[in-house]
């Protein structure tokens, strides 16, 4: 797998995401985990953030927000508007990786 080639699954992740479709399984899920084997000082996210474990991306506010369960959430998926939100913000953060 080609570095694009983990962008663009981490992208299709999270449009299944935002889509209701599909579960977030953080690292288990996550094509740029995979090939990066959590190494974040080389992953394309680390990289543009200088930070590990996606710190810096819409992704704490994602499970921030499924963590403190303010709403009826499913686990990990876009069951709520902020939820949804959160999701659709990851989407398009990952996106601008490209």
Do not use: F
Not at 12 to 38: F, Q, S
């Amino acid at each position: 797998m080609t570095k694009q080639e983990a962008i663009e699954g981490s992208i299709a992740k999270w449009r299944k995401i935002v889509a209701g479709e599909e579960r977030d399984r953080g690292i288990n899920d996550c094509p740029l985990c995979e090939m990066y084997d959590v190494n974040c000082s080389e992953c394309p996210i680390g990289v543009k953030t200088g930070a590990k474990y996606c710190e810096g991306t819409p992704y704490i506010q994602w499970l921030e927000h499924q963590e403190v369960k303010t709403c009826e959430c499913s686990r990990l998926m876009a069951s709520c508007p902020a939820c949804k939100r959160a999701a659709e913000a990851m989407l398009r953060w990952l996106e601008g990786l490209c």
